[in-house]
């Protein structure tokens, strides 16, 4: 059974920062994975997305200079680095499982439960 | 960047309705295109992806269609377990992964 458990969520101050991890079980680790927040009663927003390899690495606007994506393969484990963190970075974040559908191209197939993030004076 | 507009953003059916949720693109996205349910609390779920393949174990009452600009999600007769709110995506790795803002679909 695929498993992706999210933590390191928390309460932080703006400029503060936080590092999520994503541990994974239940497949071969090697799928491309992703990071997609949805701020308190608001939609769905990508954020970043890694290959399997870890050598591709993707940033939405909004994060991108802010935030790093790594994984360490050898641990199953999935990392969001936060740095100059804002108000609007308050979210629950979810890691997900991609699934190829093309070249460069993976729906989410398999989601965390989140992982709630405030950023908060 | 590509925008991804959902209508209706609320939608009120009863158990047995046929319903259809919307998706169009700002530029063509061939058929690289999800949908997902995302119930109160919990994680988003697949549905369909390349616009109109069924994810292994959906109900078959969950059908999608189109390519270029214009999409549906289709619930050929709502069941209770269906009152939720509906996601589409659009999925690049190289401009992006954007989602619709979400049509919520409620009980009348």
């Known amino acids: 059974e695929v498993q992706l458990l999210e933590s390191g969520g928390g309460v932080v101050q703006p400029g503060g920062s936080l590092r999520l991890s994503c541990a994974a079980s239940g497949f071969t680790f090697n799928y491309a994975m992703s990071w997609v927040r949805q701020a308190p009663g608001k939609g769905l927003q990508w954020v970043s997305g890694i290959s399997g390899s870890g050598g591709s690495t993707y940033y939405a606007d909004s994060v991108k200079g802010r935030f790093t994506i790594s994984r360490d393969n050898s641990k199953n484990t999935l990392y969001l680095q936060m740095n100059s963190l804002r108000a609007e970075d308050t979210a629950v974040y979810y890691c997900a499982k991609g699934t190829i559908s093309g070249p460069g191209r993976y729906y989410f197939d398999y989601w965390g439960q989140g992982t709630l993030v405030s950023v908060s004076s | 960047d590509i925008q991804m507009t959902q209508s209706p953003s609320t939608l009120s059916a009863s158990v047995g309705d046929r319903v259809i949720i919307t998706c169009r693109a700002s530029?063509?996205?061939?058929?690289?295109l999800a949908w997902y349910q995302q119930k109160p609390g919990k994680a988003p779920k697949i549905l369909i992806y390349q616009a109109s393949s069924l994810e292994s174990g959906v109900p078959s009452r969950f059908s999608g269609s189109g390519s270029g600009t214009e999409f549906t999600l289709t619930i050929s007769s709502l069941q209770p377990d269906d009152f939720a709110t509906y996601y589409c995506?659009?999925?690049?790795?190289?401009?992006?992964?954007?989602f619709g803002q979400g049509t919520k679909l409620e009980i009348k």
């Open positions: 995506q659009h999925y690049n790795s190289y401009s992006g992964y954007t």
């Open positions: 530029q063509s996205i061939s058929t690289w």
